[in-house]
């Protein structure tokens, strides 16, 4: 015979599932520490590469409309001053990003303790209808 209670708990981790699928991947594939480092590396490459792009595009519109005449003095003052820009940019970026990766990995730590509890719920579901199954002293817990 099929247990009501049992199918509308399984209902209820599917739809939560289905729903949160996306929002559990973290805290189910990575440890708190490891999925921070990877989103910092990934901000670290996506951050460099636009920080360099625009730097390059600035400097080629100041060259063009400022600097037909510049001295290799002040072209390194300017690669310098870059270079510094670069080193603050780099580190609020990455600073924001842990934030924001840590803020991610805690909701999805929240949703799968919920999906645990959930499973855990379906377990004592299955062992209440194995106990009503057995005789009397057959099933023991250990």
């Known amino acids: 015979m099929i247990n009501e209670k049992r199918v509308r708990q399984m209902a209820r981790l599917a739809i939560f599932e289905s729903e949160n699928a996306r929002e559990l991947q973290p805290s189910m594939e990575y440890a708190r520490r490891d999925f921070v480092s990877k989103k910092r590396l990934e901000g670290f490459l996506i951050g460099t590469l636009l920080y360099v ?22 072209l390194i003052m300017i ?30 730590a929240k949703k799968l303790q919920v999906l645990k509890g959930e499973l855990e719920t379906l377990e004592n579901i299955y062992e209440e209808e194995e106990r009503e199954k057995s005789p009397e002293g057959d099933w023991k817990r250990e």
Request: glycine share 6%.
């Open 53 to 74: 792009l625009g730097y390059a595009a600035i400097l080629a519109l100041l060259y063009i409309k400022v600097f037909n005449d510049i001295r290799p003095s002040d």
């Open 79 to 108: 690669l310098l001053a870059g270079f510094i820009l670069y080193v603050i940019f780099l580190f609020r970026h990455l600073y924001r990003i842990s934030k924001a990766a840590g803020k991610e990995y805690d909701r999805s």
